[in-house]
């Protein structure tokens, strides 16, 4: 591929057009490289390689990637950012991704915000489309909007940025809070507290305010200031924190864990707060590995760490977001020995992405036997609402570039909301009103959120009798009757359904009689 130097032309003084430098793609040889960047030698990483993996074998063994008739295999090229445990700095992916970018026509993964923002740069010079599966923060992708030219090839795979990860938090509390209200026996608008234990990471911090913010309108109260802890997991560390909610004695604790630490909470949280229930995002909460050992111990004393967790995830058994949602499960489920996946590996969902938007894009010069395919005319296709793919999560779709409001802020015109959502079909006196939709959060080339597009899903650890352990299913978004409900519907849409394969929310019986007055 032809590296070049993404310039913005522009003449001072004078108001023209935006012009980009031109980026064109060349594939030889009758293939298309694809680097996995991550630290692939860890969870995330390991995750990002399986699912570009499972990708890449059912694309090639299904003919390939289609361009005017001839088809092209795709090449995974590995490269080790080391962003987790061996340099967060950033610098050795830096180092790896130049050492790597003139071998690589496009780029998936990132994980560790700090250390992505960084390295990401690389690909980024060079006018490499760079799909991001792994790194939630916002920041990143605010940077298409205040430099299109130069960011114009920085996407989001997966997960959703931490404002719309906050807003689900919230949403699969206010659900969880519904069910325990009821089996106290208590009113519907009854206080219940929260205390909240998050990483002292950059991806965290708006998702804590967003979450603090949205609490008192599902009325429940947040007990104490959030506790930030180191994300590596100190174990000193997380008995005084449980210690402290312990003696605050709250109805739920709302973990916001991306690494070590989750695995150190879980494992504590049970002897110290047990009569607490954890619902919120815990990344290791989401695995099998963790708890391995107790997976197959039922209900009581000897039950793994994770049980009756509820957790913001991707996937979980017999859940089917859409009718790719059950076979990749399966896929990954088999190649991993059992394992369940992280948000990382969207790597999958991202590669099918692509392959479509190169088969709409590139062309085939038969008698040079290369294709090529320009940077933009990919991007615009990503960009259009109309190219909308159905993943294994919903439908991937992205905000658009914003126009600006009286008040000088970036917002989304009524059109764009309307491209992207079916407001008439769930609320009739809906009223567009541009101050709902600026930003942050409906960030260009992020992904758009809400029902009939992506969700996320509340995950719970359940029992299951018949095969005898532990298993992770689906219990949120939550369906409370009717085809409609004012209560649940929002600007994004009407949050009163849930996806075929969810499964009724439990409660522990300690906790419910624990905190019934």
């Known amino acids: 591929m032809a590296s070049l130097l993404v310039i913005g032309l522009a003449l001072p003084g004078c108001a023209v057009e935006e012009k980009l430098e031109p980026v064109l793609y060349t594939f030889e040889d009758g293939k298309i490289n694809i680097g996995v960047a991550g630290e692939l030698n860890y969870t995330a990483g390991e995750m990002q390689w399986a699912g570009a993996m499972l990708a890449q074998d059912a694309i090639n063994g299904n003919g390939g990637v289609d361009i005017d008739g001839v088809s092209l295999i795709l090449e995974l090229v590995p490269i080790d950012t080391g962003e987790e445990t061996v340099d967060p700095s950033g610098l050795t992916g830096v180092l790896n991704l130049t050492a790597a970018i003139e071998d690589v026509d496009f780029i998936l993964g990132g994980f560790r915000t700090e250390a992505v923002e960084v390295y990401r740069d690389v690909a980024m010079e060079n006018g490499v489309i760079f799909i991001d599966c792994g790194a939630a923060a916002e920041a990143l992708q605010h940077s298409v909007v205040d430099d299109y030219t130069g960011y114009r090839f920085w996407f989001k795979g997966m997960p959703y940025n931490e404002y719309f990860l906050g807003q689900s938090v919230v949403r699969t509390l206010g659900a969880v809070a519904v069910k325990l209200r009821e089996e106290m026996g208590v009113a519907a608008d009854y206080t219940l507290n929260a205390t909240i234990v998050a990483d002292n990471l950059a991806w965290a911090y708006e998702q804590v305010v967003v979450i603090r913010g949205l609490l008192a309108g599902i009325n429940v109260n947040l007990v104490y200031d959030p506790y930030w802890v180191d994300a590596t997991g100190k174990t000193v560390e997380m008995q005084n924190v449980l210690t402290s909610i312990a003696g605050l004695d709250p109805q739920f604790i709302i973990p916001v864990f991306s690494a070590d630490a989750g695995a150190v909470y879980d494992a504590l949280r ?68 059992g394992e369940y996946p992280l948000c990382s590996a969207a790597t999958y969902d991202a590669l099918f992405c692509l392959k479509a938007a190169i088969e709409a894009a590139a062309w085939y010069d038969a008698e040079e036997g290369v294709a090529y395919a320009e940077a933009d005319d990919i991007i615009e296709w990503l960009e259009d609402p109309a190219n909308a793919q159905v993943t294994t999560t919903g439908l991937t779709t992205y905000y658009p570039r914003p126009e600006t409001t009286a008040g000088g802020k970036p917002a989304l015109t009524e059109g764009q909301v309307r491209s992207l959502y079916d407001l008439d079909s769930y609320n009739q006196t809906y009223t567009y009103e541009a101050e709902d939709w ?80």
Do not use: R
């Open 270 to 337: 049970m002897s110290y707060v047990p009569n607490a229930m954890s619902v919120g995002i815990n990344e290791l909460a989401q695995l099998k590995s963790p708890w391995a050992a107790e997976l197959s111990n039922p209900a009581g004393e000897n039950q793994p760490a994770c049980a009756y967790e509820v957790i913001l995830d991707s996937w979980a058994e017999g859940l089917e977001q859409t009718e790719k949602t059950a076979a990749f499960l399966d896929s990954y489920i088999a190649y991993s020995g």
């Open 438 to 517: 600026t930003m942050p959060a409906h960030t260009t080339h992020d992904l758009a959120y809400g029902p009939g597009l992506l969700t996320g899903i509340g995950a719970q650890w359940q029992w299951d009798d018949e095969a005898g352990l532990w298993k992770k299913v689906g219990v949120w978004p939550m369906y409370f009757g009717g085809d409609y409900d004012e209560a649940l519907t929002d600007q994004y849409g009407c949050w009163n359904f849930a996806y075929p394969g969810t499964v009724d929310l439990v409660i522990p019986q300690n906790v419910i009689d624990h905190h019934t007055p």
